[in-house]
C-alpha cells in the first residue's frame, strides 16, 4: 500500500437509492464510514407502473447532503468523489447538457413487452423470439427483461411514444452519469450500466458498444457516453459544483459504478465464485466470475462488474427492505426497526404458517413477469402485527433462495455466503436468511455502507492507493458469522415448499388483475 494514504486518506461517496439518498465521508485505510448524512429520495409515481425523479430534485438532495457534511472534520480533507446510484435508469439531454425530461427509473415498466420483435414471432424460446435472442446471447451475454425495466425498452418507450423528446436528445445518460455530469462536465458512462442497455458488445471482458444491435433497434452509438472503468477520472470538480459543494475545485471525480456493483465490491467478495448476499430496497445474490454465465429460464445473468476484464453472476429479487418498510408502516412503526425486529423476535419460525409473497413491483429472478404482486396466504385471526413482520423477513429469504437453488447450479456456495445491505444489520434477519438458506451467513462489518465502501475502493485504486481490488478489500472487517440451527430449517424447508408453489398457482390471477 501507498505511503500517502494518509494525505489522500478520505473520499466523499454517494450512494443514491429509491428508498434513500446517502453521503458518507470514507477512510482509505479500513473504508470506514466516518461521517454520513441521509435523506428520503423522491420518487414520482405519475402513472400506474411508473416510476421517475427528478434531475433537478436529485441534484439539489446531493447539494444539500454535502452542506450537511461540510461541518465534518473530514470535509477538508476528502481528496475524491465518487457516485454510485440505482441502475437502469434513463435520461435523455440535449446539446447544452439540460435534461429533457425525468429520469425513468429502473422500478418503472412502462414499456414492458419492448422491443415488441424482441417477444413475439417464431419461433419462440422462453418467451423470445428465437433469432433475436440469439444475437443477443453472443454480443451480450443476456437479453432484456419482459418487465421493461431495462434502459433499451425505455429509450425505445421515448422513441415511440415522445417524439419530440427522442429528436432533441444529444446523449442518453444514466442516474450516476447524470451526476458526474452534473459534477465535471463528463459525458462517461461505467461497463455495468453500459451492459445493462443491452446494447453492448460485452465479450471477452471488454464493454463497447454494439453498431449491430443499435442499427436493429434504430439507435445511433453516438446517443450514448463514453464507457469507461470505474477506476478511472471521470472529470475534475468543476467551479459551479465545486461552489454548490462546498469543496474545493478540481477535485478529481471517479467514474464508480451502479449501485449493485459497488455493493458487490463493497461486500468484500472479490474473488472469482465468490457469493454474497444483499438486501436493501431490493435484494440479490451475486458472484464475481471470469467469464459470462446465464440462466436465460431463470433470468439469472451476469454484468460487466466493478473488476475490469471480470462479470458478475447475479440473480435479483425487485423488492426485500422495501417491503418490510411499507409494512410497518402501515401498522404504525414506520422507521422502528429496533421495535420491528423486537416484535418479530417474539414469533416461532414459521409465522404460525403465515406466508408472504415480496414480488411488490414485479419480479426479475427466478421469474420474469411484470403482473406478479405480492401478499399473504394463510392469514387467520390468530395472527397479529407480529406475524406480520416475520412473514415479509421469511417471505424475502424464500424468495431469495428461490433464486439460490438455481444460482448455486453454476455458483459453489462454499462454506459462507457474505452479506451487506441495510436489512442485514438485523440479527434475526440475518439468522432468519441462515436458516431458510442452511448456510452460514457471513455479515460485513457496516453492512449498510456497502455502496459507499465500494465507491471508495474505485478511488482508493484509481488514486492508487492500493495496487488492485483484493488489496483493498482486505482491509474490510467481518461483525458477525450467523449459523443455521437444524431444527428451524426443518420448519423452514416446509413453508418455503409451499411458498415455491405459489407462484404457479397465481400467476393467472395477477396475469388478470395487472395486465
Not at 464493454?207 to 478511472?232: H, Q, T
Not at 409473497?357 to 421469474?367: L, N, Q, V, Y
Request: charged content about 25%; some cysteine; glycine content about 10%.
Amino acid at each position: 500500500m501507498s505511503s500517502n494514504v494518509g494525505d489522500h486518506g478520505y473520499v466523499l461517496a454517494f450512494d443514491i437509492g429509491t428508498t434513500n439518498v446517502k453521503a458518507g465521508i470514507v477512510e482509505l485505510r479500513g473504508f470506514s464510514v466516518v461521517d454520513k448524512v441521509v435523506e428520503k429520495a423522491e420518487v414520482l409515481y405519475p402513472k400506474h407502473g411508473y416510476a421517475e425523479i427528478s434531475p433537478d430534485v436529485l441534484w439539489k438532495q446531493v447539494v444539500s447532503l454535502s452542506k450537511k457534511l461540510s461541518s465534518s472534520e473530514y470535509y477538508d480533507r476528502v481528496s475524491a468523489i465518487v457516485y454510485s446510484a440505482h441502475m437502469a435508469g434513463v435520461l435523455p439531454i440535449d446539446r447544452d447538457y439540460n435534461p429533457l425530461r425525468n429520469i425513468i427509473i429502473w422500478l418503472d415498466e412502462r414499456s414492458a413487452g419492448l422491443p415488441r420483435e424482441v417477444f413475439s414471432g417464431f419461433p419462440m424460446v422462453s418467451g423470445y423470439n428465437l433469432f433475436h435472442l440469439l444475437t443477443f446471447l453472443r454480443l451480450t451475454g443476456g437479453a432484456p427483461s419482459k418487465t421493461g425495466k431495462d434502459p433499451i425498452s425505455k429509450i425505445l418507450w421515448i422513441k415511440s411514444f415522445e417524439g419530440d423528446i427522442f429528436r432533441s436528445t444529444y446523449k442518453f445518460v444514466d442516474v450516476k452519469g447524470y451526476l458526474i455530469l452534473k459534477s465535471s462536465g463528463a459525458l462517461v458512462t461505467s461497463p455495468d450500466e453500459a451492459h445493462l442497455t443491452w446494447l453492448a458488445d460485452t465479450r471477452g471482458g471488454r464493454v463497447k458498444w454494439s453498431e449491430k444491435l443499435m442499427r436493429r433497434f434504430g439507435l445511433d452509438a453516438n446517443l450514448f457516453p463514453e464507457i469507461r472503468y470505474p477506476v478511472e477520472e471521470a472529470g475534475r470538480l468543476n467551479s459551479e459544483a465545486a461552489s454548490e459543494m462546498g469543496l474545493e475545485e478540481g477535485i478529481p471525480v471517479y467514474v464508480g459504478a451502479g449501485d449493485l456493483t459497488s455493493a458487490a465490491i463493497g461486500s468484500g467478495a472479490v474473488h472469482d465464485y465468490e457469493p454474497h448476499v444483499y438486501i436493501g430496497s431490493s435484494s440479490w445474490i451475486a458472484a464475481h466470475v471470469p467469464k459470462r454465465l446465464l440462466d436465460i429460464n431463470h433470468y439469472m445473468g451476469s454484468l460487466a462488474s466493478g473488476i475490469p476484464g471480470k462479470y458478475l453472476y447475479i440473480a435479483e429479487q425487485e423488492v426485500a427492505g422495501s417491503a418490510l418498510d411499507f409494512i410497518s408502516t402501515v401498522i404504525g412503526l414506520e422507521g422502528d426497526y429496533r421495535l420491528v425486529d423486537d416484535l418479530a423476535g417474539e414469533v416461532e419460525p414459521g409465522s404460525k404458517g403465515l406466508i408472504f409473497m415480496p414480488w411488490m413491483f414485479g419480479e426479475r429472478a427466478p421469474i420474469d413477469d411484470p403482473y406478479v404482486r405480492g401478499g399473504y396466504i394463510n392469514l387467520g385471526f390468530e395472527h397479529d402485527s407480529r406475524h406480520l413482520l416475520r412473514a415479509v423477513m421469511e417471505g424475502v429469504a424464500y424468495n431469495i433462495r428461490w433464486s439460490l437453488q438455481y444460482f448455486s447450479n453454476k455458483i459453489p456456495l462454499g462454506d459462507g455466503i457474505k452479506a451487506v445491505g441495510g436489512g442485514v444489520k438485523s440479527d434475526l434477519w440475518c439468522q432468519i436468511i441462515a436458516d431458510v438458506f442452511q448456510y452460514p451467513v457471513i455479515r460485513v462489518f457496516e453492512p449498510e455502507n456497502a455502496s459507499l465502501r465500494g465507491g471508495a475502493v474505485f478511488a482508493s485504486i484509481g488514486i492508487g492507493l492500493y495496487r488492485d481490488f483484493y488489496e483493498a478489500v482486505s482491509r474490510f472487517g467481518v461483525d458477525r458469522v450467523f449459523k443455521p440451527d437444524l431444527d428451524r430449517s426443518r420448519v423452514y424447508e416446509k413453508f418455503y415448499n409451499v411458498f415455491t408453489s405459489l407462484y404457479k398457482s397465481l400467476k393467472d390471477v395477477y396475469r388478470k388483475l395487472n395486465s
